[in-house]
């Protein structure tokens, strides 16, 4: 059995300028009008490539989250899926009966009723006559708008609008369901209602893709998620992973145009606090490290986390006191650490170079992702040689229920540190 | 294209004309039977959508081309415009050239604005946008079908009896609906990209009612000899010709219209199937 959807080398252009689109638009007409190939390879003057050469597969009965900051060609990737559009470059070889939920309610007619438009807009979606009637029962009892069916959609609340497109496409009975942020506009009663429906098809294999700006919900029902960043792929696997590089790329001042996934294991600055600290260290981004050294940005809740902070100071600091606090995304401080270099045995200084490794055999941090704030300090609290929030990682628990939230406001996990280099 | 019963499809540029031509009318031949549901749905949603909103409601069917007809018989009767004299009774004459002309000219204009006032659609789902083209059709013939009635009351009212050579009229008719379609696949698409067409087709098809005869023959002069190469000429006085047993056109004129048609249809039938990956992108 081949697989439901493959994506080869995929790329699509647009035009910037309308004048210039009404032209190319003409001139690809009139050459497909006399049978030859409209030149679709290269960029005219004024095109740029909203989608550029993306890859992957999907598997029967994986969901597939697809996410990127607006403007990153997730919806004309979608619309390719969809047939709307069709790639310049690449093929799309799709296996299965597609349903596609682009937008809401999109073929309604505003001066029909809700009746009128169930038939109107299932025939649009590929379901005959029969198979309407006899889900109608089914779609009344899901979109949930009761004695208002017979009342033109034009007097419809914006919320009843959705939950009727959203009925009707999910009783297309597809294969392959695009889903493209429609979630977000219904209420919490029927997001819950759309996401269980969702986890009722996939358990009888269906294939979907789902494009959201929401992580939360992404991370939730996905197997898989693919990046996309100003139209090229960025990474494709682990949700939680994916969500992280995506939450990098909407903090835009500390992720630029070089952003690649060479360095996708390191924390950058988030945040400083200029003309505070007397920066006599300097830290330019810290990396993590799990029990077998390797870099990692998603840990376990349980696991076992090294906090490795590469340093270059002045001159020798001596006696330092270095703070450590872990921030969740709500910006509610959740642990912290305060070392005193003066109780270690071993380093009462820090050399003009090196690496502090703060080690925390059990970090116990709740799924959530966090940023750390680091800050080193003289001996009495007073000088402050660094200061900065770095971010972010995130931590997950490896038992189905996702748990959020603060455990303890602060405690202290236990730790050990030692210097390098 | 709609995936409706098909398990495998393929999406790459340019794919239509990489196919061959009977993969092309295949695909011409299964936008029509696959979704003639989808069409149906079309059309009676566009004329109640039409209607329900109104208070003459279906009225409005009748109320224009009885006003013009009116107006033509109060010009000729003042004396304002002399019409040449015609072989059978005005009112039957003249009604039964402006259905046609309606027929035409309304299936024209409804399919030029089929896509466009569909645009939102079209962008965020996936079926065969000539769906939509022949649900304008179709509503231009329910309109038109409507209106004969109307031309029957009129025969009956002057107790005239038909040529034999009616039995005729329903391929002339045809001919004119593929005629009318076949010009609405392509102004359809060109609206598409350029919004000036439905305007400037609208001003053609005014101009075009009154250099054809339409609601006066039209015998003599440089008109007559424009005629000649006038397609809806030979449609309507054909039309006109069979039903009432006059002799304005040679019918052997009609014939090779109503074939040419038929011809033009199938041609840009197919270069709309061509160019249609290319509206959603455009619109």
Known sequence: ?421 | MGNKKRSKVEYYSNLMIKKSIPEQLYIMMFSVIEFKELIIRFLRRDITVRYKQSILGLLWVFIIPVISILFFVVLNKSGVMNLEKVNIPYPLYAIVGITCWQLFSNSLMYSINALVGAGGMIAKINFPKSTLIFAAIGRAFVEFLIRCVMIIAVAMYYQYIPSWKIIFVPLVIISLILFSTALGFLFSILNCIFRDIGNVIQLIMTFCMFVTPVLYPIKKGALQILNQYNPLNYFINGIRDLAFGLNTVPISSVMIVCGLSVLLFIILWRLFIIVEPRIAERI
């Open chain 1, 1 to 421: 059995m081949s697989k439901p959807i493959i994506i080869d080398k995929v790329s699509k252009k647009f035009s910037k300028n309308l004048k210039k689109s009404m032209l190319y638009g003409m001139t690809d007409i009139m050459l497909n009008t006399f049978g030859i190939n409209a030149p679709s390879d290269r960029l005219r003057k004024e095109e740029f490539w909203a989608v550029d050469d993306v890859s992957f597969d999907v598997e029967k009965g994986e969901t597939l989250g697809l996410i990127g900051v607006n403007g990153s060609g997730k919806s004309t990737l979608l619309k390719m899926l969809n047939g709307i559009y069709y790639p310049d470059k690449g093929k799309i070889t799709i296996n299965g009966r597609v349903g596609a939920l682009i937008e809401v309610g999109a073929g309604f007619h505003a001066m029909l009723t809700g009746r009128e438009n169930i038939y109107v807009n299932g025939a649009i979606l590929g379901m005959s006559k029969q198979e309407i009637n006899k889900k109608f029962d089914s779609i009344l009892d899901f979109a949930d708008i009761g004695d208002f069916i017979d009342m033109p959609v034009k007097f419809y609340s914006s919320g009843m609008f959705v939950r009727l497109g959203f009925a009707i496409a999910v009783h297309v009975e597809p294969e392959i369901l695009l889903v493209d942020e429609v979630l977000s506009v219904g209420d919490a009663n029927f997001r819950r209602k759309c996401i269980n429906k969702m986890a009722e098809l996939r358990k009888q294999g269906l294939t979907m893709i789902l494009v959201s700006h929401d992580t939360q919900t992404v991370q939730s029902i996905s197997n898989r998620v693919v990046v996309i960043h100003k139209g090229k792929m960025q990474f494709v696997g682990d949700p939680m992973e994916a969500c992280h590089i995506y939450e990098l790329n909407t903090s835009k001042d500390n992720v630029g145009e070089d952003f690649s996934l060479t360095n996708k294991n390191h924390l950058p600055i988030v945040m400083s606090y200029p003309g505070f600290s007397s920066k006599e260290v300097s830290i330019d981004e810290i990396y993590l490290t799990d029990m077998n050294d390797d870099k990692k940005i998603v840990y376990n809740y349980d696991e076992e986390v090294t906090i490795n902070v590469p340093y270059k100071t002045e001159s020798i600091v001596k006696n330092p006191v270095i703070k450590i606090s872990f921030i969740n995304s709500s910006g509610i401080v959740c642990m912290g650490s305060v070392i005193k270099f003066q109780n270690i045995k071993d380093i009462e200084v820090l050399p003009n170079e090196g690496i502090i490794k703060i080690k925390y055999p059990k970090m116990q941090l709740n799924t959530d992702k966090y940023k750390i704030s680091f800050s080193i300090w003289d001996s009495f609290h007073q000088a402050n040689y660094f200061s900065a929030h770095f971010g972010w990682f995130s931590t997950k628990a490896d038992w189905p229920a996702v748990i959020s939230g603060v455990n303890t406001p602060v405690c202290y996990a236990p730790y050990s540190i030692r210097l390098d280099g």
